[in-house]
């Protein structure tokens, strides 16, 4: 029979990769646009979305990534980030997600001559969102991923910030848990960045490193090299999987590397839809996802951008589980690998697993 839409988001879930201004509220846009006096496309909240999914819906990159123009200057006071840091908490626990870590980039929101904001502003904003969506009522826990740019040149300057940061929230939510390199990547291998790098893991931050761009698998190498516990997308590791040791389950031909990720149990932030859009994957038949998971690769599933792809944690889950025909074994399989690959303390990771368990 299949999962349902609505079986998916009564669902417990885990999400590891989204991103905080790739999942605006339309509404919400239009509303900060006129306070901050920016101008879009359009001030209708319908027509909004087709703007910002026409990247998606044609398989365009530049396309996809134009329409951030139209977000990030919305976000340049620390009363705007809060608020959307609180719409995101909310909208994803009504989705049914149990745990989550969303990722900024402070450096992209330091205000300007009449709103000056600092890092730590940027940070605290976000924080103080998610603890206010939380004692608000959503039924949701929360930590939170810094990124920083790798075409610019303060990785070290967000590093020193997110170690400020780590562990700490407002009121115990919203913790800052890990350290990423976000950005293009194709020309920006993470070895440009090791001196950010070498800080946040010797400070005890978390390491997560993008790489879905080509050349796909160096970029995976070079991230497990500098020591990431996670790979942001990975989806590229499939061009390894054509020869070495077979993986009967999977129909799957493991190279070294693959092998690697699979020997040290590296999770994967895998995103489906957008690793579809942007052209990683043909498409979601062809995603690595299923045959990844039948592997014993510890796949993920996670959204992105909920905006520009036009997803949402329940949605992705419906699609793969339906798309690779996973059954109920996997699906949960799917969920425990989200929980186990999290940057939450023990006690809440276990708490997450004893959610996904019970359901």
Request: proline share 4%.
């Given at each position: 029979?299949?999962?349902?839409?609505?079986?998916?988001?009564?669902?417990?879930?885990?999400?590891?990769?989204?991103?905080?201004?790739?999942?605006?509220?339309?509404?919400?846009?239009?509303?900060?646009?006129?306070?901050?006096?920016?101008?879009?496309?359009?001030?209708?909240?319908?027509?909004?979305?087709?703007?910002?999914?026409?990247?998606?819906?044609?398989?365009?990159?530049?396309?996809?990534?134009?329409?951030?123009?139209?977000?990030?200057?919305?976000?340049?006071?620390?009363?705007?980030?809060?608020?959307?840091?609180?719409?995101?908490?909310?909208?994803?626990?009504?989705?049914?997600?149990?745990?989550?870590?969303?990722?900024?980039?402070?450096?992209?929101?330091?205000?300007?001559?009449?709103?000056?904001?600092?890092?730590?502003?940027?940070?605290?904003?976000?924080?103080?969102?998610?603890?206010?969506?939380?004692?608000?009522?959503?039924?949701?826990?929360?930590?939170?991923?810094?990124?920083?740019?790798?075409?610019?040149?303060?990785?070290?300057?967000?590093?020193?910030?997110?170690?400020?940061?780590?562990?700490?929230?407002?009121?115990g939510h919203g913790?800052?848990?890990?350290?990423?390199?976000?950005?293009?990547?194709?020309?920006?291998?993470?070895?440009?960045?090791?001196?950010?790098?070498?800080?946040?893991?010797?400070?005890?931050?978390?390491?997560?490193?993008?790489?879905?761009?080509?050349?796909?698998l160096e970029l995976?190498?070079?991230?497990?090299?500098?020591?990431?516990?996670?790979?942001?997308?990975?989806?590229?590791?499939?061009?390894?999987?054509?020869?070495?040791?077979?993986?009967?389950?999977?129909?799957?031909?493991?190279?070294?590397?693959?092998?690697?990720?699979?020997?040290?149990?590296?999770?994967?932030?895998?995103?489906?839809?957008?690793?579809?859009?942007?052209?990683?994957?043909?498409?979601?038949?062809?995603?690595?996802?299923?045959?990844?998971?039948?592997?014993?690769?510890?796949?993920?599933?996670?959204?992105?951008?909920?905006?520009?792809?036009?997803?949402?944690?329940?949605?992705?889950?419906?699609?793969?589980?339906?798309?690779?025909?996973?059954?109920?074994?996997?699906?949960?399989?799917?969920?425990?690998?989200g929980a186990e690959?999290?940057?939450?303390?023990?006690?809440?990771?276990?708490?997450?697993?004893?959610?996904?368990?019970?359901?």
């Amino acid at each position: 029979m299949g999962l349902t839409f609505e079986e998916a988001r009564g669902l417990p879930k885990v999400l590891l990769h989204d991103h905080l201004d790739g999942g605006l509220r339309p509404a919400t846009i239009v509303e900060l646009a006129q306070d901050v006096g920016h101008t879009l496309p359009s001030t209708d909240p319908d027509q909004l979305v087709s703007y910002f999914r026409r990247g998606a819906d044609a398989r365009d990159i530049i396309l996809y990534l134009e329409t951030f123009a139209h977000t990030v200057p919305l976000l340049q006071r620390a009363d705007n980030l809060h608020r959307v840091a609180k719409e995101a908490a909310e909208d994803l626990a009504a989705d049914g997600v149990v745990y989550a870590e969303v990722r900024f980039a402070p450096e992209l929101h330091v205000g300007d001559e009449a709103n000056p904001m600092s890092l730590d502003d940027a940070i605290e904003a976000v924080s103080a969102g998610f603890a206010d969506a939380i004692a608000s009522g959503a039924n949701i826990s929360i930590n939170t991923i810094i990124c920083a740019m790798r075409t610019e040149d303060r990785s070290l300057e967000v590093a020193q910030a997110c170690l400020r940061w780590l562990d700490r929230g407002t009121d115990g939510h919203g913790k800052v848990v890990a350290f990423d390199l976000a950005g293009a990547e194709t020309g920006f291998p993470p070895t440009d960045h090791l001196e950010a790098i070498t800080a946040a893991r010797q400070g005890g931050a978390h390491l997560t490193i993008h790489a879905s761009e080509p050349p796909g698998l160096e970029l995976i190498s070079q991230a497990l090299e500098v020591g990431a516990d996670r790979v942001g997308h990975g989806v590229r590791l499939i061009e390894d999987c054509r020869q070495g040791t077979e993986q009967a389950s999977a129909g799957l031909m493991l190279g070294p590397l693959a092998q690697a990720v699979l020997d040290n149990g590296v999770p994967l932030e895998l995103c489906p839809s957008c690793n579809v859009q942007i052209g990683a994957v043909p498409t979601l038949a062809e995603h690595p996802l299923g045959a990844f998971l039948r592997a014993g690769i510890r796949a993920t599933v996670n959204t992105d951008n909920r905006l520009m792809s036009g997803v949402s944690a329940s949605s992705e889950l419906h699609d793969v589980a339906n798309t690779f025909a996973l059954s109920t074994s996997e699906i949960r399989q799917l969920l425990v690998n989200g929980a186990e690959a999290s940057f939450a303390d023990d006690a809440l990771r276990l708490a997450t697993l004893n959610k996904i368990q019970a359901s």
